[in-house]
């Protein structure tokens, strides 16, 4: 009986190991790519499905068919490091630039200089986006869309309120009482919306930081320069707004996929390119109050985050040169201004920069031109810097909820940043 069972149990392994045996393979010669798209959102969605369905067609004759999974960017680190590190994962996927070098430290992600060598539309991209994505003079990135920040405001809630754009943030911080409207304990209208958590907690606040002349780690990049005046002066300023109750802690996250800017929820936001589609789409008749301009100046001036994101190819895929294939379709001229004007992302090829559908939006024609006036810094491309700005993040969250001082944030950031730095 026993012998039975054991024999059972070997058929059923064996037949689980063949069952699984090459993921990539549909079994009639077919190979199968999987993408995974970081956002999840109705726009991105439909955008990217529309790409790989035309991949899909064009590659059929060759057997080769994509996948495409979406993944919040909120659970995307994590999933990734759980599949990445197992010598699995997908094919092909999306991330912020900065994280290339954390990728190569773990050579978990593929070179891409040999397949740009002889790609012709290596030299339509913007230089500084390839560079966001390159370690010790290798690319690892296709970059396939741009997003810094801005500061978004409604003209007529200001005009309503008697108050103008401030020069400085300390400024902003004081005229935002003019704004907030209230039931009770419950907000009607609420000064912002500032996040509380994840990585967009991490680039409104840098930017602050940045402006008032810090830094999280030192030029080279050898340890922490979080534990400043300046980094404190942004705490305070970012705090300030919950603890004056000028916005709920819990966030004005709009109604269903409204902007909260769109529905009169916030007078204004720092928001990238993307919530302009978000206005456009769900709230149109709010799309001509709505403004954009670089925000106030901190004690060093301004400086918003230059962020981008793009794609890179798993190291192990066991199909690298269908991965580029995937990959150099996504970053045709075609895609990427697909790309650029349906999600309202900032053209990462120069060819795009100038198409029509950039200057036909009052509202995007405005924020590119802000891009080429306003001081703009990217998170650092170190090895660790997605560890670097989760540190960041839970010491500025456990400030604002008072768990910790200000003092005591930056100073338990300085200790953790560098032990991760020094970590082996």
């Given at each position: 009986m026993k012998k039975w069972i054991a024999s059972l149990l070997i058929i059923f392994m064996i037949a689980v190991v063949t069952a699984c045996g090459d993921q990539n393979s549909s079994?009639?010669?077919?190979?199968?790519?999987?993408?995974w798209v970081a956002g999840n959102s109705n726009q991105i969605q439909d955008t990217f499905r529309a790409i790989i369905d035309d991949f899909n067609e064009q590659h059929e004759s060759e057997g080769i068919k994509a996948n495409i999974q979406f993944e919040p960017w909120g659970e995307l680190d994590q999933k990734l490091s759980t599949s990445l590190a197992g010598g699995v994962g997908p094919d092909v996927f999306m991330h912020?630039?900065?994280?290339?070098?954390?990728?190569?430290?773990?050579?978990?992600?593929?070179?891409?200089?040999?397949?740009?060598?002889?790609?012709?539309?290596?030299?339509?991209?913007?230089?500084?986006?390839?560079?966001?994505?390159?370690?010790?003079?290798?690319?690892?990135?296709?970059?396939?869309?741009?997003?810094?920040r801005m500061m978004f405001y409604r003209e007529d809630i200001f005009r309503e309120a008697g108050v103008e754009v401030p020069e400085t943030l300390d400024e902003l911080l004081e005229i935002s009482e003019a704004f907030v409207e209230k039931d009770g304990s419950r907000f009607v209208r609420a000064a912002t919306n500032l996040?509380?958590?994840?990585?967009?907690?991490?680039?409104?606040?840098s930017a602050f930081l940045w402006s008032n002349g810090g830094d999280i780690l030192s030029e080279d990049y050898t340890e922490a320069a979080i534990n400043s005046e300046e980094a404190i002066k942004a705490i305070e300023f970012y705090k300030g707004f919950f603890d004056?109750?000028?916005?709920?802690?819990?966030?004005?996250?709009?109604?269903?996929?409204?902007?909260?800017?769109?529905t009169g929820e916030v007078a204004f936001t720092f928001d990238g390119v993307w919530a302009i589609e978000q206005i456009q789409t769900y709230t149109p008749d709010a799309y001509e109050?709505?403004?954009?301009?670089?925000?106030?100046?901190?004690?060093?001036?301004?400086?918003?985050?230059?962020?981008?994101?793009?794609?890179?190819?798993?190291?192990?895929?066991?199909?690298?040169?269908?991965?580029?294939?995937?990959?150099?379709?996504?970053?045709?001229?075609?895609?990427?201004?697909?790309?650029?004007?349906?999600?309202?992302?900032?053209?990462?090829?120069?060819?795009?920069?100038?198409?029509?559908?950039?200057?036909?939006?009052?509202?995007?024609?405005?924020?590119?031109?802000?891009?080429?006036?306003?001081?703009?810094?990217?998170?650092?491309?170190?090895?660790?810097w997605t560890a670097i700005r989760d540190i960041v993040v839970a010491n500025v969250e456990k400030a604002i909820y008072g768990q910790l001082t200000p003092e005591e944030a930056v100073e338990n950031a300085e200790k953790e940043i560098n032990e991760e730095i020094n970590r082996n």
């Open positions: 079994g009639d010669g077919e190979t199968e790519l999987t993408i912020g630039a900065a994280a290339a070098a954390g990728f190569a430290a773990g050579n978990q992600i593929e070179p891409l200089n040999a397949y740009f060598d002889d790609w012709a539309d290596f030299s339509e991209f913007n230089p500084g986006y390839l560079e966001a994505g390159s370690v010790e003079g290798d690319y690892y990135v296709i970059p396939i869309q741009g997003a810094n996040p509380t958590e994840g990585n967009d907690l991490q680039q409104i606040w004056r109750e000028l916005t709920p802690i819990a966030g004005m996250g709009g109604q269903g996929d409204q902007h909260p800017l769109g109050h709505v403004r954009v301009t670089a925000p106030p100046r901190g004690l060093d001036g301004t400086t918003t985050l230059v962020g981008s994101s793009g794609f890179f190819m798993n190291a192990n895929s066991d199909h690298k040169d269908a991965a580029w294939k995937l990959m150099s379709f996504i970053g045709d001229k075609d895609n990427i201004e697909k790309v650029a004007s349906e999600l309202k992302f900032l053209p990462v090829r120069l060819d795009v920069a100038d198409a029509d559908f950039v200057q036909e939006d009052r509202l995007f024609a405005e924020f590119v031109e802000l891009t080429t006036k306003v001081n703009g810094k990217a998170n650092p491309n170190v090895p660790r």
